[in-house]
């Protein structure tokens, strides 16, 4: 959320003076999200900036004519969100960020650092509708690059992931991926902290995983996408209809490892895979994420 505040203040946007963000977190429980969404709409707010699939969904059906600002994983098109990246129609734009594609760039770098990689666990929340749409796209990867996976199913905001940890041991699985959604990421230290525990490589969609003691993520630089998200919100303040506002994709994919954890867990990772990375991370730093909507405010604050 700090990088978009520093996308907005960049534009000329002071919280607490020229502009007021009211924040709604859901703590991973989705079906709390409409009654969120309705709970801005009411407030009102001039638009809606909505990071998680749920959110886009209960906006779309709340109301159809607030604009919409998606920082999201999906595919809009394919997902029918939008009618086309370039003029979406409706009320929804912003930031596709394209998880799923990257499936099996994730696959290949993980075959590069784990010689006769056979094996690979994908940890997702089978109440996700997006991550089910991701674990299809693993799977179609899966298959052309001759590794074999198994679905490490977990759900609600209190996952047994010690079970699905476990089960990934007795598989003899080569290594784990995580598909990030709001449950998960709640349990980001406990994920990366039994993935160490278990001596298991591990691969993830955004580089604060790795920040938080991960082996490696491959990912479009997810801070640089909420900045972006504040262009959005200028342009949609000033006038601009979302309907012709393109979706924007990611010109840029961040490769970052951490050295420790490699070493911690016992793999070697050659010079060649090091120097193809855009970062290599040496200690450990917890970071967090929360959801927001904003709403413009043209008057002062006394009135």
Not at 162 to 174: G, I, M, Q, R
Not at 236 to 261: C, H, S, Y
Not at 270 to 294: E, G, P
């Amino acid at each position: 959320m700090e990088e978009l505040r520093q996308g907005l203040r960049d534009l000329g946007y002071i919280e607490g003076k020229n502009i007021l963000i009211e924040y709604r977190g859901a703590e991973g429980k989705n079906d709390r999200v409409p009654a969120l969404v309705a709970e801005l709409f009411a407030l009102p707010v001039n638009l809606l900036i909505a990071p998680v699939l749920p959110a886009i969904l209960a906006a779309r059906h709340a109301n159809k004519a607030i604009p919409v600002v998606m920082v999201a994983s999906i595919d809009p098109v394919a997902s029918k969100l939008v009618d086309t990246l370039a003029h979406p129609g409706g009320n929804l734009t912003g930031i596709s960020t394209l998880a799923q594609d990257l499936a099996g760039k994730r696959l290949e770098l993980l075959a590069e650092v784990i010689p006769r990689l056979r094996r690979v666990a994908i940890l997702h929340d089978v109440e996700s509708q997006n991550s089910v749409i991701q674990f299809k796209e693993y799977e179609a990867k899966g298959r052309v690059l001759k590794i074999e996976l198994q679905s490490s199913n977990v759900q609600g905001t209190n996952p047994n992931l010690e079970s699905a940890f476990l089960a990934a041991t007795k598989a003899h699985d080569d290594a784990i991926i995580t598909i990030t959604n709001a449950n998960l990421l709640m349990q980001q230290k406990r994920i990366v902290d039994l993935a160490l525990k278990n001596r298991l490589p591990s691969m993830f969609q955004g580089s604060t995983w790795v920040d938080a003691g991960g082996l490696m993520s491959y990912s479009t630089d997810e801070f640089g996408a909420f900045r972006r998200a504040a262009v959005y919100v200028d342009k949609i303040l000033k006038g601009a209809n979302p309907a012709d506002l393109p979706v924007e994709q990611p010109a840029k994919f961040e490769f970052v490892i951490n050295l420790k954890t490699a070493k911690q867990i016992g793999l070697n990772i050659s010079q060649s895979v090091l120097y193809r990375a855009d970062r290599v991370n040496q200690v450990r730093v917890l970071s967090k994420y929360s959801t927001c909507s904003q709403r413009n405010h043209l008057t002062p604050l006394s009135n």
